[in-house]
């Protein structure tokens, strides 16, 4: 499916990291299978894998905050992608434009771009 | 240890990206423990838990190419982290300064900053 070896681990998930194309920011992290990494070359639209739910997940499917796949990186050992995207909306479910919108002290780092309760 | 509640896997690990501090790109994405995470924060050096080899991986120890971590955060569901930082030399062994750099479709985005046979 790809020209790179992919290792998915033994839940056949590999992580996948979202960026900005514009702003460079770190988005999201989430797990692909290759049925999700399949459909996101497909469409165009960032697929993964949603592992609460146990089903593949079109990212913005519901909420319309897709994210359209510029270009898929892979990493040296081939067992971690970067989906390159640009993101309508905002990426967290929280309505900041990035789920990295914290730091491990509890402060709040990021920017919040819409209100959830508009959207889900 | 911190002030968010971190989600640790049943392997006790958890994912964490590298970002550049000054370009923004995403430098690797690597497995931090709880001890990782502390020693991280203790020495203001990157941290990772090497799984091919079993043990606590202070990044750059061997080659040189440390990371100084400006800021860690943490995702909305604190199951995934993001190492900001400034770093020395490159991060990928193979002398790219991002672990990802290339494409899935196997062409090379990525600039090489050292030579791994004169690190390594």
């Known amino acids: 499916m790809t020209d790179v070896?992919?290792?998915f681990d033994e839940q056949e998930y590999i992580p996948a990291v979202a960026q900005d194309a514009d702003s460079g920011d770190v988005l999201m992290l989430a797990y692909v299978t290759e049925e999700a990494l399949?459909?996101?070359r497909e469409t165009g639209?960032?697929?993964y894998y949603s592992r609460s739910r146990d089903e593949l997940?079109?990212?913005g499917g519901?909420?319309?905050h897709t994210q359209a796949v510029k270009e898929v990186r892979v990493?040296?050992?081939g067992d971690a992608l970067l989906y390159i995207v640009d993101q309508t909306g905002g990426a967290c479910h929280t309505g900041y434009e990035s789920?990295?919108?914290r730091t491990?002290?509890?402060e709040t780092v990021g920017e919040q771009v819409f209100d959830p309760d508009d959207v889900y």
Do not use: P
Request: glycine share 8%.
């Open 5 to 7: 070896d992919l290792a």
């Open 38 to 40: 399949r459909k996101t």
């Open 45 to 47: 639209e960032a697929h």
């Open 57 to 59: 997940w079109h990212k």
């Open 62 to 64: 519901t909420s319309g």
């Open 75 to 77: 990493d040296c050992d």
């Open 99 to 101: 789920c990295f919108h």
């Open 104 to 106: 491990v002290d509890g």
